[in-house]
């Protein structure tokens, strides 16, 4: 028995240093693999080569974007959190051991009957194995295991809703890329154009049939284009960084060719803002979490008004003592020694720290219904300016489609009435003016309608 217990007490500083091996500092010079991998260590995706639709785009974002990881991490948190919980259920068993050093000689096992033989000694090891089971914790278990259940679903879902609303933002800056380059390349355009015209201006100048101011107001145009290249440019430049940023890439993506289609899609199936907030109230996943948020920390208030409640538990332990140094008496110097019975704990006064504990967990309670009827509203919200977004962006694309037209006509009518020495050099500018103006609504409008279809999907929660 001496060495079963010698061999049990050597558990306790393995199981120590195995507990202290767990903290933060410990890491510090470990393996690479038992390190917890954090944000800043993540490896950023690859830079993509070739053409690179929205489909490709929103995978490797998924795969690489920081938020969506950490996401993933507070999922996993919450899963340990409820394997804690889960496991105070279950009972545990340790082993102790210890010396104590006594002023009087004290007995190294209490009496069993009349006469038995005893062994005194001022100086005692003990090792026990212990065994305690709850048995009775009026809710408190059961209600803290659900709470942890209910609060696992909900980072799960929040996490689902974060890659849906990657998914959203990496969507919205693709569009708004393709409509970016329709801009430049209208610019571009129209700069060629005005090239073209300043020479036929010059030639107009040199045959004494046109004024000199006609070349200064055609370069003034000239420069505005240029300037508003330089600009719109610099503008790209910033969303191809945002780009990248989602899809978690270090690299810029300006070189990469984005494929995709921003033509305006006639058999759209929109559907009615009934039918919108009820797929919304059926799928959105920032929905569900709150409603399973509001019922864990229902069973929190339960969990904490349990503390008014006695706590029954099964408790038993096994173990050996035996004396040191000078011993007195006719006993054994070393003997087992075994228990097994119920505890009871009933808090009688706790200096009003259960009551305060479930007020806590109450206006908890309170706040997270707030919350979750200000997210009612906020979907409601979502779903209806996304449906106003779509439905507008689809006006403004068939008017802006004949806006364009009638702008390309209207140049072409003032150059040949300049040409022919019938117009004026600012009507020429007016009408290339007002066609780079219509291109430019245009291929925005595009970008969104396309984004505001995006946003449905994303408030409604299909999106992925």
């Known amino acids: 028995m001496r060495a079963t217990i010698l061999f049990l007490l050597t558990l306790v500083p393995i199981h120590s240093v195995m507990a202290q091996s767990t903290a933060p500092s410990s890491f510090v010079g470990a393996s690479p693999s038992i390190v917890p991998q954090s944000p800043t260590s993540v490896k950023p995706a690859e830079f993509p080569s070739g053409r690179l639709d929205l489909q490709q785009a929103i995978e490797i974002a998924l795969a690489h974007n920081h938020d969506v990881a950490a996401a993933a991490w507070d999922a996993t948190a919450a899963q340990a959190r409820y394997d804690q919980a889960a496991g105070e259920r279950l009972p545990r068993l340790g082993v102790t051991g210890g010396y104590a050093h006594h002023l009087d000689e004290q007995r190294l096992l209490p009496a069993g009957v009349p006469g038995d033989p005893f062994m005194l000694s001022r100086d005692i090891f003990a090792g026990d194995m212990v065994i305690t089971m709850p048995l009775f914790t009026g809710g408190r278990l ?42 430049i390349e209208s610019l571009e355009f129209a700069g060629r154009t005005l090239v073209e015209h ?29 300037q508003r290249l330089v600009r719109e440019k610099n503008l790209l430049a910033i969303q191809c960084r945002v780009l990248a940023n989602l899809l978690g890439l270090d690299d810029r993506i300006d070189a990469v060719q984005l494929q995709g289609d921003l033509s305006l899609e006639q058999n ?72 097994i019975g119920i505890a009871v704990d009933l808090p009688l006064f706790e200096g009003g720290r259960v009551n305060a504990r479930v007020r806590e967990q109450r206006a908890a309670l309170s706040a997270a219904r707030e919350r979750l009827a200000m997210l009612e509203l906020r979907i409601r919200l979502d779903v209806e300016t996304a449906l106003l977004n779509v439905n507008s962006a689809r006006e403004r ?68």
Do not use: C, M
Not at 163 to 173: G, I, Q, R, T
Not at 270 to 289: I, N
Not at 307 to 313: A, E, N, V
């Open 198 to 226: 300043l020479k036929r201006v010059d030639a107009l100048v040199a045959a004494q049939k046109v004024a000199r101011v006609d070349r200064l107001r055609t370069e003034v145009r000239l420069a505005d284009v240029k």
């Open 142 to 183: 059961i209600n803290q295991v659900k709470a942890a259940e209910l609060l696992q679903t909900a980072a799960e879902q929040r996490l689902n809703r974060s890659k849906e609303e990657l998914a959203f933002n990496v969507s919205s800056v693709f569009y708004s890329i393709l409509a970016q380059r329709q801009v």
């Open 397 to 464: 694309i068939e008017a802006l489609q004949k806006a364009v037209d009638q702008a390309q006509e209207g140049f072409r009518i003032e150059s040949e009435k300049y040409e022919l020495g019938k117009g004026a050099i600012v009507d020429v500018l007016d009408a290339q003016a007002a066609l780079l103006e219509a291109q430019t609504n245009y291929h925005r409008a595009l970008a969104d309608f396309h984004t505001a279809l995006a946003q449905l999907r994303f408030a409604t929660g299909e999106i992925i």
């Open 268 to 339: 759209v199936s929109v559907p009615e803002q009934d039918e919108a907030l009820a797929t919304a109230w059926s799928d959105r996943d920032d929905y569900h979490a709150a409603q399973a948020a509001l019922e864990a920390q229902a069973r929190n208030v339960a969990a904490a008004g349990a503390g008014h409640l006695p706590s029954i538990y099964l408790q038993g332990s096994y173990g050996e003592r035996w004396a040191a140094g000078q011993t007195t008496g006719r006993g054994h110097k070393t003997d087992d020694i075994g228990r």
